[in-house]
Each structure stands twice: as C-alpha cells, then as structure tokens.
C-alpha cells in the first residue's frame, strides 16, 4: 500500500539556520513519483519539484535541494539559510502512474522560520 | 498558473442542505481531483476523473458525489451537508505527472 510519512509535525529554527524536512515514504511498484509542495499561509498550493523512482540524482534549486534515496525509501529536502519567507506547511507526496496517478500525501510538516 | 478556477472561494450552509462546488480548467487537461484538507490529516484524495463521465472513488469518498459532463468542469457534491464536512477543498488537475491545486474552497456547515 501507499503511504507517505512525516514525522516532524511542525519545526522552528532561526532565520540563516538550515533545516530538513524529512519524507518516509512506502509502495510496491517500481515505477512511482514523488513530490513535494509548499503551502503558504495564504493557503495556496505551490508545487516544488517532482522526482520519478528512477532518478536517485539530488537535486538543487538555489536554496532548495533534495536528497532521494530509494535504500531507504526517502525523500528530504533542505532549505539552505531559511528565510521567514519560507515559514509553511511543506507536505511530501507519492503517485504510481498505474493508479491513474492519485497523489497520496504526507501530513506536513509546518515550518516557522523566526527572525 | 494552471488555469484553474473554483467556485464559490468560501461557503457557509447548513446541515442537511445541498452543495455544489465547482472546479474550472481551461487547458484540455485529462485528470481532474477533487481534496479535502483537514488539520492533522493533510489533504485526502475525494474523488476524481480520468475523462469526460469517467470517475472513481478516492479514499474519503463517503458523501460526495462528482460529476464531469464537460473536460473542463468537474463537480463536488455533498447531498446533504453535515458539520464533518467543513473543509478546505481543493481541485487539481494532472499536467506531464505533476498535479497543480485550484485555489481551494472554505467550505463551513453549521
């Protein structure tokens, strides 16, 4: 079965520190994507980046990046010298393409980046 | 920007009574989902729809029901509304295996 997991229900660290948001997640199938998304508190769902299963390479987005790693069935990501702009919920997720791509999300994990 | 609109941004209705929600693409897309996100809980897969009159249950589908006449237009249903049902709703559509959310609406029933 699908399952996404987030451990951290809600972290707070001061602007400039680094932080990780940690993604578990669980599937049968070879073939799957994972995701991740950023909710503001204006409530808005903003898509981050998207990884297929066969893609373990890490990837880097300017403060942002990504660490997959399948021998342990994660997803993390890193925001670099946060800023209070960055203070959301962040919710990891996973589809299978042969289930008509229904996304199964995490819980989240809210974010407070403090001045 | 996805093209996706939703309809009414906020509700307040009462038990018992019908609502629609209303969930608009404007560019061709196949998949269309319809969420509920809750506190504690994340979002929650509804409902959603592979094609025009083609859709499936997703994980919390007891009380709703969807229509899709139209690529465009995918419809929310609640037949009779109850409290557990006060929500955030979001629609989503399924562009290249990346899902992009509609807004949301508030929905409150009292």
């Known amino acids: 079965a699908q399952k996404v997991t987030q451990a951290q229900t809600e972290i707070s660290v001061v602007e400039k520190e680094d932080v990780t948001l940690d993604c578990v997640y669980e599937t049968r199938d070879t073939t799957y994507y994972l995701f991740w998304y950023k909710q503001p508190p204006s409530g808005e769902l903003v898509f981050l980046i998207r990884r297929n299963s066969f893609d373990e390479q890490n990837e880097i987005s300017g403060r942002y990046s990504w660490n997959f790693q399948k021998s342990t069935s994660s997803f993390n990501f890193t925001i670099t010298a946060s800023l209070v702009v960055d203070s959301a919920v962040y919710f990891c997720?996973?589809?299978?393409?042969?289930?008509?791509?229904?996304?199964?999300f995490g819980k989240g994990t809210r974010l407070h980046i403090l001045p | 920007d996805a093209g996706i609109t939703q309809s009414p941004r906020h509700k307040v209705t009462e038990t018992g009574t019908p609502v629609t929600l209303r969930c608009h693409q404007t560019?061709?897309?196949?998949?269309m989902y319809w969420y509920r996100q809750d506190p504690g809980h994340g979002l929650r897969l509804i409902h959603y729809?592979?094609?025009?009159?083609?859709?499936d249950k997703g994980e919390v589908s007891d009380g709703y029901s969807v229509s899709r006449s139209k690529t465009e237009d995918f419809l929310l249903t609640l037949e009779s509304a109850t409290s557990s049902q006060t929500s955030v709703y979001f629609c989503?559509?399924?562009?290249?295996?990346?899902?992009?959310f509609g807004p949301g609406t508030r929905l409150t029933v009292t």
């Open positions: 997720a996973l589809s299978e393409p042969h289930r008509d791509d229904k996304i199964i």
């Open positions: 729809s592979y094609g025009v009159k083609d859709t």
């Open positions: 989503a559509i399924m562009n290249s295996y990346e899902q992009y």
């Open positions: 560019e061709n897309h196949r998949y």
